[in-house]
């Protein structure tokens, strides 16, 4: 074999693997591609739909002093904030939001960020409203939010992200609580008697020292059955609601006129802890065909007799289990919405606490002719 017969057969050999080695870098160029696109794709879809940045759903403790509980839905976020007491523990607290109570509305943005509208409700002191935009970020491992821009006032700088249990937004479904609206009034059925009769019973508290001359409450049959007692009297601490073991049962009795047509859509079938029995007693109590003939109510009102204990603890230093008309603000029963603050000393109070009237106008509750020391 010559020398040129073998350079032929190289050459040849030479270009099939050039060949080969050209087609294998097209594919691969060509995979690359396609992988390129791909993941290009994925990328623009996760950030056009919004799932890069972390789930913010949560509960967090801001600034402010509030608590805000947080509900991602896709690329939509909510909250509910609430203040709470500066000198009680959250969970040593029943109402919270009785400075502020504030909704918010936003868009969880690809660049780590939150935008959208805020506003006040009225069950705080204060009812503004702007917008905000938030950034996404990690304090101490946990997320926060940071205040980029806002309007309207709103003072909160950094939101962090808690895992306290005691403050899990995962609340159970029951109706531990409702609201009823109606007007107070002073016609009462006294269902201990034999006859049902009614009675005109004011609102009163069953606690304090005898008004000078006494005012006393006439049942439906003439008699006296007890006299109203000027809770002003006496000092209305745990030390001396303990004390005073014969004076009552230190509760707050009110009668209220319900209006059925406010009651919550799904009242009767929706958040009983005993679905059966629980919207059964209700739907007794609120349609009592009797009730409604004495009192001449039309079907779309109800009678409530309503009572609060004046402290639900164990002793003065416990947190308190229920709601007292003598505890302190987020503890205390509420009045249109605020703390009746009933342990408190006042001279001079507002109008509205004089919300106890004798048949002659005379005050009841706390005023400035109440002896208090």
Same mark, same amino acid.
């Given at each position: 074999?010559?020398?040129?017969?073998?350079?032929?057969?190289?050459?040849?050999?030479? +270009?099939?693997?050039?060949?080969?080695?050209?087609?294998?870098?097209?594919?691969?160029?060509?995979?690359?591609?396609?992988?390129?696109?791909?993941?290009? +794709?994925?990328?623009?879809?996760?950030?056009?739909?919004?799932?890069?940045?972390?789930?913010?759903?949560?509960?967090?403790?801001?600034?402010?002093?509030?608590?805000?509980? /947080?509900?991602?839905?896709?690329?939509?976020?909510?909250?509910?904030?609430?203040?709470?007491?500066?000198?009680?523990?959250?969970?040593?607290?029943? !109402?919270?939001?009785?400075?502020?109570?504030?909704?918010?509305?936003?868009?969880?943005?690809?660049?780590?960020?939150?935008?959208?509208?805020?506003?006040?409700?009225?069950?705080?002191?204060?009812?503004?409203?702007?917008?905000?935009?938030?950034?996404?970020?990690?304090?101490?491992?946990?997320?926060?939010?940071?205040?980029?821009?806002?309007?309207?006032?709103?003072?909160?700088? !950094?939101?962090?992200?808690?895992?306290?249990?005691?403050?899990?937004?995962?609340?159970?479904?029951?109706?531990?609580?409702?609201?009823?609206?109606?007007?107070?009034?002073?016609?009462?059925?006294?269902?201990?008697?034999?006859?049902?009769?009614?009675?005109?019973?004011?609102?009163?508290?069953?606690?304090?020292?005898?008004?000078?001359?006494?005012?006393?409450?006439?049942?439906?049959?003439?008699?006296? +059955?007890?006299?109203?007692?000027?809770?002003?009297?006496?000092?209305?601490?745990?030390?001396?609601?303990?004390?005073?073991?014969?004076?009552?049962?230190?509760?707050?009795?009110?009668?209220?006129? /319900?209006?059925?047509?406010?009651?919550?859509?799904?009242?009767?079938?929706?958040?009983?802890?005993?679905?059966?029995?629980?919207?059964?007693?209700?739907?007794?109590?609120?349609?009592?065909?009797?009730?409604?003939?004495?009192?001449?109510?039309?079907?779309?009102?109800?009678?409530?007799?309503?009572?609060?204990?004046?402290?639900?603890?164990?002793?003065?230093?416990?947190?308190?289990?229920?709601?007292?008309?003598?505890?302190?603000?987020?503890?205390? /029963?509420? /009045?249109?919405?605020?703390?009746?603050?009933?342990?408190?000393?006042?001279?001079?109070?507002?109008?509205?606490?004089?919300?106890?009237?004798?048949?002659?106008?005379?005050?009841?509750?706390?005023?400035?002719? +109440?002896?208090?020391?």
């Amino acid at each position: 074999m010559n020398n040129s017969n073998i350079d032929a057969r190289n050459s040849i050999h030479r +270009s099939a693997v050039l060949q080969s080695k050209l087609r294998f870098a097209l594919r691969a160029c060509a995979m690359m591609a396609l992988l390129v696109a791909a993941l290009t +794709s994925a990328f623009h879809a996760l950030f056009a739909s919004g799932d890069l940045p972390p789930d913010l759903t949560g509960t967090y403790m801001a600034d402010d002093g509030g608590i805000y509980y /947080v509900q991602q839905s896709g690329t939509t976020l909510w909250w509910a904030g609430m203040s709470l007491d500066s000198n009680l523990t959250p969970d040593s607290q029943w !109402h919270r939001g009785l400075n502020f109570t504030n909704v918010f509305r936003g868009t969880v943005n690809s660049d780590y960020t939150v935008a959208g509208e805020w506003a006040d409700v009225n069950r705080g002191l204060t009812l503004n409203s702007g917008t905000l935009k938030w950034s996404i970020g990690y304090f101490n491992g946990r997320l926060q939010l940071t205040k980029v821009t806002g309007t309207g006032g709103f003072g909160v700088v !950094h939101k962090n992200n808690t895992d306290e249990t005691l403050l899990n937004p995962n609340l159970k479904p029951y109706r531990d609580a409702t609201v009823f609206y109606g007007r107070l009034v002073n016609s009462h059925i006294n269902y201990l008697a034999d006859n049902l009769g009614v009675e005109s019973e004011i609102p009163h508290v069953n606690y304090g020292v005898n008004f000078s001359p006494p005012v006393r409450f006439i049942d439906s049959d003439g008699n006296v +059955s007890f006299t109203y007692l000027n809770f002003g009297g006496l000092d209305r601490t745990f030390d001396e609601f303990l004390a005073e073991k014969d004076i009552g049962d230190c509760d707050m009795d009110v009668r209220l006129k /319900v209006d059925q047509d406010k009651l919550e859509h799904d009242f009767y079938t929706t958040g009983w802890g005993n679905h059966t029995y629980g919207p059964e007693v209700f739907n007794l109590k609120l349609n009592d065909a009797s009730t409604h003939q004495k009192l001449n109510y039309a079907d779309s009102e109800a009678y409530m007799g309503l009572e609060t204990i004046m402290f639900g603890r164990y002793n003065a230093s416990t947190t308190p289990l229920l709601p007292g008309w003598a505890e302190a603000d987020g503890n205390s /029963v509420l /009045v249109n919405g605020r703390p009746i603050n009933g342990f408190k000393q006042t001279q001079n109070p507002p109008p509205y606490w004089a919300m106890v009237r004798s048949p002659q106008g005379t005050a009841l509750a706390r005023t400035s002719e +109440s002896r208090e020391r």
